[in-house]
């Protein structure tokens, strides 16, 4: 898709949006930009979260905001300009959801605050802050803390298969986060008696590879990284380890709703709750450099109880009472 048509697709889509409207009866109307690979239908959840967290702060349609919304789809070389355009359109503040999107609004200006989530898990490590307790420049956010979790992802995969070897792990190699994330399970993967087959994709085709692999060479297990490419190819993965009984872990609980045996993640009306805070501080006059980047304290461990039954699979019953959420 073009670069014109999806930005067009994109207003469409958000056109019935709570946040579309901008006739507005407030004498101060802050302007918020959003910087994704998604767009809102694209990751529903996510933005609903962030609606939500915007109304417990104050921040209502047609009275005291409005959103410039920029999303890249899986075409993140885009990001760069989506980018720049926030900042020549002189928004108050930049909200961005991924790695990706955090490093082009920090590379479009040193201006504009910018508040990260989606963060890529380390975000020293990619580069966005120089530290949590003092972020510095203008950046701050809150982590998802996905290097962490990601051997955690491998601990709940072997609770439900003990007998676990291979765990073939879906990530996106152009995106320096989840590229981090299977690093981390790579080497959290010894520690559980078990190795990480590495099937990295940069486009919709190479899921083709990615299964074929699986088929040669076939693991106990699936391991999902998300981001925009991989969570528009989803569904290819839950019909590929339906087809071949695979038990897949994934990383946000919608997956799991629609078919995904489990998935372990931030909760992510905590995690915008603490980001719109930040974009309240931000807007009230606060500087980033002086916020600290926050990490999540609630976790939700979702478990579909009929994807396991029909992999043939017995969920222990402390991993079930420790869920927040079972499909039955």
Not at 64 to 86: F, T
Not at 110 to 133: C, F, H, M, R, Y
Not at 178 to 205: C, F, N, S
Request: hydrophobic share 45%; proline share 6%; net charge negative.
């Amino acid at each position: 898709m073009r670069r014109r048509e999806f930005i067009t697709s994109l207003v469409i889509a958000i056109s019935g949006w709570p946040f579309a409207g901008h006739a507005q009866t407030a004498s101060k109307v802050y302007r918020i930009g959003i910087l994704s690979t998604d767009g809102p239908v694209d990751a529903q959840p996510i933005f609903d979260a962030m609606l939500r967290g915007l109304a417990s702060h104050g921040y209502v349609s047609d009275r005291n905001v409005a959103l410039e919304i920029r999303a890249s789809g899986i075409h993140a070389e885009q990001l760069p300009q989506l980018a720049k355009d926030l900042v020549a359109s002189n928004v108050d503040v930049i909200l961005t959801f991924s790695c990706p999107a955090a490093v082009a609004a920090k590379t479009a200006t040193t201006i504009i605050p910018i508040v990260a989530t989606e963060s890529g898990g380390d975000p020293v490590a990619t580069g966005l802050v120089k530290s949590l307790s003092r972020p510095s420049g203008n950046v701050t956010g809150v982590s998802d803390m996905a290097i962490e979790l990601a051997p955690k992802r491998l601990e709940l995969i072997k609770e439900m298969v003990p007998t676990v070897r291979t765990v073939a792990m879906l990530w996106n190699v152009n995106d320096l986060g989840m590229t981090l994330r299977y690093q981390a399970a790579a080497d959290a993967a010894r520690t559980i008696g078990a190795r990480v087959q590495p099937l990295g994709v940069r486009e919709p085709d190479d899921f083709d590879e990615a299964f074929a692999s699986m088929v040669r060479d076939p693991p106990d297990a699936i391991l999902m990284v998300s981001d925009a490419l991989t969570r528009l190819n989803r569904r290819r993965v839950y019909e590929f380890a339906a087809e071949h009984r695979l038990p897949a872990t994934y990383e946000r609980a919608n997956y799991v709703r629609e078919g995904g045996l489990s998935s372990l993640s931030p909760d992510i009306d905590e995690t915008f709750d603490r980001a719109t805070y930040l974009v309240d501080r931000i807007l009230k006059g606060a500087k980033p450099a002086d916020l600290p980047f926050e990490q999540p304290t609630l976790f939700h461990l979702s478990i579909n109880l009929k994807t396991a039954k029909a992999l043939g699979l017995t969920v222990p019953p402390s991993l079930l009472a420790s869920a927040d959420e079972v499909i039955e």
